[in-house]
């Protein structure tokens, strides 16, 4: 039986349940963009049960009113401590409007789905009317929104570049990524007495500060960015920037990051090194309601009721897609939580009174990386690429599938459970990878087979994103090729079971380097393996993805080489009408853009035999029929905001959770750059690009060999 819980099992939202506890006073008030949720999933929830279990007093207050009087703001008055900023488990502007900046038709993290609980850039306004309110109290921010914006950043909405949010924010620290070891270290040292200003040794903090404040001086260990102004002035700049924040947000022993805006330094402390086993499992045995709180009785929270029967194993992505942020957020180490913490988590599962049997997810930012790590500790440790397993699998990597097998049989050998599904994203190309061990070859096999048999509802999903090659490796992904051999070997275990079971693919248009004719030829390869895309989507830049850096700079990040980006609504729109060669309706305009960009050819590859359609169109003029232009219309102009889309939410979110390109680290869905990605949990892959960057800009680039002691100005 399910345990009865009483108001006092979650963390206080309001005074009377402060009272209840017999407190006077709250050391730590957290506020929330998200519906509050007591759960391992959703970051607030995290943050608050950690501090909680250090003895510190903790409250939230999840969806504030930002209008009016502020009375939200002040109904739990000062905290001792310090108000955390917790902007929601994903990007705030990614989870309100889709690619073509039109409204979502919900909400996933409000009750109800509703869209008016959350203002946009939560961060900023929250921090600004607490500024307004407490003006000696510090802010500190957290979360995928600020984490991601803690330097120079592109910003898709707003259609430029802007400064790190502690600029536009007035907040006083940012701590960035997972977020349990820095804060208990950050009121660790706010409880000695020390002011927030004096604290500038906490790992996995960012700070505004004068450059003669900086702790020990500017050394030659730091890397000193270019200027927020020379970026501006400078979009190559930027783009070399970004190469530096991506490798220091993938090594084990990160170098400091300096930065200069506004005549002072954005100093980005090095992270912590990954959690190991035993503080994962910390984490998540805290006492989680695994529940919203009673004041939702009777709503719907959709992501909740998303991930409520899923379980997460472990942390971080050494996939490394250039679209996607978990490596950002999380890093590309692995940190795993043991079997024991695992299975315990499932049994509260089962006993959750409208659990059927069946586990919707067991998974973790990737389906199949747990357990997976370098050979080689030090080989590791002195590592700068970005991902494990692109353009090459590393020969460092162990990709034994092992340990995850002995996971799945425990879990399905429980009493109440009938079956687990793997939602989240499969890395088919390291089930494919041959490597020197033949037992890990051996388990890959049998991965595979147990997968497809016992872990799929009917309908498996992965990820190719594109069949081009060329495109493929500015995403970072592997050959279509591999995808071509999966789908073989999934076919043949499907006839051999006798099972009817279906695969979906995933595919992103508009993606930096991708023409119309890459499109085209996606239209014709995806045809001949007979499938119907749904599952697909336009990127949308997210801040701090190497895709969005190219995107908005129109150069690779680690080459400087000119890279194209279809941009305009009009050349989104013809690249991503080949998506849907099956529909009647959209015929006619493929063959017009295939003409006009001289591969006729590929229309009979589309249509031989097809007869063509005539549902009240003059072919007599090349004008497109008023039906069609109205839904262009319709789809390329933004959307008045008092108007509803209602196209499905794609899955943009932060990091712990399955798929994933803009989540905070705690959520169950992929943070990656604009995907439907509806369920499964990070998974893409990441390359090893290399190429010196030269200095432009303002003035001198110093490099020495080994990429220390840049000072950019």
């Given at each position: 039986m399910m345990k009865e819980y009483r108001l006092t099992d979650w963390l206080p939202t309001t005074k009377k349940e402060i009272e209840l506890r017999g407190w006077d006073s709250v050391d730590v008030i957290l506020f929330s963009a998200d519906a509050y949720v007591d759960h391992p999933s959703f970051g607030a929830a995290v943050i608050g049960r950690t501090l909680e279990a250090a003895g510190y007093r903790v409250a939230i207050v999840p969806q504030p009113d930002w209008h009016g009087d502020f009375r939200d703001f002040k109904k739990l008055g000062r905290p001792n401590l310090f108000f955390g900023i917790a902007p929601g488990c994903m990007d705030s502007m990614v989870n309100k409007y889709t690619a073509g900046k039109r409204l979502r038709s919900e909400d996933a993290y409000s009750p109800d789905g509703r869209h008016d609980c959350r203002p946009e850039y939560?961060?900023?306004?929250?921090?600004?009317?607490?500024?307004?309110?407490?003006?000696?109290?510090?802010?500190?921010?957290?979360?995928?929104?600020?984490?991601?914006?803690?330097?120079?950043?592109?910003?898709?909405?707003?259609?430029?570049?802007?400064?790190?949010?502690?600029?536009?924010?007035?907040?006083?620290?940012?701590?960035?990524?997972?977020?349990?070891?820095?804060?208990?270290?950050?009121?660790?040292?706010?409880?000695?007495?020390?002011?927030?200003?004096?604290?500038?040794?906490?790992?996995?903090?960012?700070?505004?500060?004068?450059?003669?404040?900086?702790?020990?001086?500017?050394?030659?260990?730091?890397?000193?960015?270019?200027?927020?102004?020379?970026?501006?002035?400078?979009?190559?700049?930027?783009?070399?920037?970004?190469?530096?924040?991506?490798?220091?947000?993938?090594?084990?022993?990160?170098?400091?990051?300096?930065?200069?805006?506004?005549?002072?330094?954005?100093?980005?402390?090095?992270?912590?090194?990954?959690?190991?086993?035993?503080?994962?499992?910390?984490?998540?045995?805290?006492?989680?309601?695994?529940?919203?709180?009673?004041?939702?009785?009777g709503k719907r929270i959709p992501a909740y009721d998303m991930i409520k029967f899923s379980v997460n194993m472990h942390r971080g992505c050494f996939g490394g897609c250039a679209f996607c942020t978990i490596s950002a957020h999380q890093g590309k180490f692995i940190a795993c939580r043991s079997k024991e913490s695992i299975i315990k988590e499932v049994k509260k599962v089962i006993e959750m009174p409208d659990f059927k049997g069946y586990l919707s997810d067991l998974g973790g930012p990737s389906a199949n990386m747990y357990g997976m790590h370098g050979k080689n500790p030090k080989a590791c440790a002195v590592c700068k690429r970005p991902s494990c397993i692109n353009p090459q699998i590393c020969p460092n990597l162990v990709t034994d599938h092992t340990p995850l097998l002995d996971i799945y049989h425990a879990v399905d050998a429980l009493p109440g459970i009938k079956k687990s599904f793997i939602g989240s994203g499969v890395r088919y190309d390291l089930l494919l990878h041959k490597s020197k061990e033949e037992k890990w070859n051996a388990a890959a096999r049998q991965y595979t087979r147990e997968l497809i048999c016992k872990h799929v509802s009917g309908r498996l999903k992965v990820a190719p994103e594109h069949t081009s090659d060329a495109v493929l490796k500015l995403m970072r992904k592997p050959s279509f090729k591999l995808f071509e051999e999966f789908k073989r070997i999934f076919d043949k275990i499907n006839t051999e079971e006798n099972l009817r079971q279906q695969i979906i693919p995933y595919f992103i248009s508009s993606h930096p380097g991708c023409r119309e004719e890459d499109m085209a030829e996606l239209a014709v390869i995806t045809k001949r393996l007979d499938f119907h895309l749904e599952q697909v989507q336009d990127f949308t830049p997210t801040p701090m993805t190497v895709s969005t850096e190219t995107w908005y700079t129109g150069y690779d990040p680690y080459t400087l080489e000119p890279v194209f980006s279809a941009k305009t609504p009009r050349d989104k729109l013809a690249q991503r009408q080949f998506f849907f060669w099956y529909k009647p309706e959209e015929r006619r305009g493929i063959e017009q853009e295939l003409r006009r960009i001289g591969r006729p050819d590929l229309i009979q590859q589309l249509y031989a035999g097809v007869p063509a359609p005539n549902q009240g169109r003059n072919f007599g003029n090349n004008r497109r029929p008023e039906f069609e232009r109205q839904q262009f219309e319709r789809d390329v102009q933004p959307r008045d905001k008092n108007r509803r889309a209602h196209d499905k939410p794609s899955s943009q979110r932060d990091g712990f959770g399955k798929q994933g390109s803009q989540r905070d680290g705690y959520g169950k869905q992929r943070d990656c750059s604009g995907g439907k990605y509806g369920g499964g949990k990070g998974y893409n892959a990441g390359g090893n690009y290399s190429g010196k960057a030269n200095g432009n800009g303002r003035g001198a680039a110093a490099r020495k060999d080994n990429g220390r002691n840049i000072r950019r100005k």
């Amino acid at each position: 039986m399910m345990k009865e819980y009483r108001l006092t099992d979650w963390l206080p939202t309001t005074k009377k349940e402060i009272e209840l506890r017999g407190w006077d006073s709250v050391d730590v008030i957290l506020f929330s963009a998200d519906a509050y949720v007591d759960h391992p999933s959703f970051g607030a929830a995290v943050i608050g049960r950690t501090l909680e279990a250090a003895g510190y007093r903790v409250a939230i207050v999840p969806q504030p009113d930002w209008h009016g009087d502020f009375r939200d703001f002040k109904k739990l008055g000062r905290p001792n401590l310090f108000f955390g900023i917790a902007p929601g488990c994903m990007d705030s502007m990614v989870n309100k409007y889709t690619a073509g900046k039109r409204l979502r038709s919900e909400d996933a993290y409000s009750p109800d789905g509703r869209h008016d609980c959350r203002p946009e850039y939560p961060t900023i306004v929250y921090t600004k009317i607490l500024k307004q309110l407490f003006p000696d109290v510090p802010v500190v921010l957290g979360g995928i929104e600020a984490s991601l914006r803690r330097l120079t950043h592109y910003d898709y909405w707003k259609e430029g570049l802007q400064k790190c949010i502690l600029c536009d924010s007035g907040a006083d620290m940012i701590i960035y990524g997972m977020g349990e070891k820095p804060i208990l270290e950050l009121c660790s040292q706010l409880s000695e007495g020390k002011h927030i200003a004096e604290i500038r040794n906490v790992p996995q903090t960012v700070y505004l500060t004068k450059e003669e404040e900086i702790p020990g001086g500017i050394t030659s260990d730091d890397i000193v960015l270019y200027s927020h102004e020379e970026c501006l002035r400078n979009k190559k700049a930027e783009a070399d920037n970004f190469r530096h924040i991506e490798e220091e947000s993938n090594k084990m022993h990160a170098q400091r990051l300096l930065q200069e805006v506004d005549g002072k330094y954005a100093v980005v402390n090095p992270p912590y090194p990954p959690m190991t086993s035993e503080e994962l499992d910390h984490s998540f045995d805290l006492p989680y309601t695994r529940l919203p709180p009673p004041k939702y009785k009777g709503k719907r929270i959709p992501a909740y009721d998303m991930i409520k029967f899923s379980v997460n194993m472990h942390r971080g992505c050494f996939g490394g897609c250039a679209f996607c942020t978990i490596s950002a957020h999380q890093g590309k180490f692995i940190a795993c939580r043991s079997k024991e913490s695992i299975i315990k988590e499932v049994k509260k599962v089962i006993e959750m009174p409208d659990f059927k049997g069946y586990l919707s997810d067991l998974g973790g930012p990737s389906a199949n990386m747990y357990g997976m790590h370098g050979k080689n500790p030090k080989a590791c440790a002195v590592c700068k690429r970005p991902s494990c397993i692109n353009p090459q699998i590393c020969p460092n990597l162990v990709t034994d599938h092992t340990p995850l097998l002995d996971i799945y049989h425990a879990v399905d050998a429980l009493p109440g459970i009938k079956k687990s599904f793997i939602g989240s994203g499969v890395r088919y190309d390291l089930l494919l990878h041959k490597s020197k061990e033949e037992k890990w070859n051996a388990a890959a096999r049998q991965y595979t087979r147990e997968l497809i048999c016992k872990h799929v509802s009917g309908r498996l999903k992965v990820a190719p994103e594109h069949t081009s090659d060329a495109v493929l490796k500015l995403m970072r992904k592997p050959s279509f090729k591999l995808f071509e051999e999966f789908k073989r070997i999934f076919d043949k275990i499907n006839t051999e079971e006798n099972l009817r079971q279906q695969i979906i693919p995933y595919f992103i248009s508009s993606h930096p380097g991708c023409r119309e004719e890459d499109m085209a030829e996606l239209a014709v390869i995806t045809k001949r393996l007979d499938f119907h895309l749904e599952q697909v989507q336009d990127f949308t830049p997210t801040p701090m993805t190497v895709s969005t850096e190219t995107w908005y700079t129109g150069y690779d990040p680690y080459t400087l080489e000119p890279v194209f980006s279809a941009k305009t609504p009009r050349d989104k729109l013809a690249q991503r009408q080949f998506f849907f060669w099956y529909k009647p309706e959209e015929r006619r305009g493929i063959e017009q853009e295939l003409r006009r960009i001289g591969r006729p050819d590929l229309i009979q590859q589309l249509y031989a035999g097809v007869p063509a359609p005539n549902q009240g169109r003059n072919f007599g003029n090349n004008r497109r029929p008023e039906f069609e232009r109205q839904q262009f219309e319709r789809d390329v102009q933004p959307r008045d905001k008092n108007r509803r889309a209602h196209d499905k939410p794609s899955s943009q979110r932060d990091g712990f959770g399955k798929q994933g390109s803009q989540r905070d680290g705690y959520g169950k869905q992929r943070d990656c750059s604009g995907g439907k990605y509806g369920g499964g949990k990070g998974y893409n892959a990441g390359g090893n690009y290399s190429g010196k960057a030269n200095g432009n800009g303002r003035g001198a680039a110093a490099r020495k060999d080994n990429g220390r002691n840049i000072r950019r100005k």
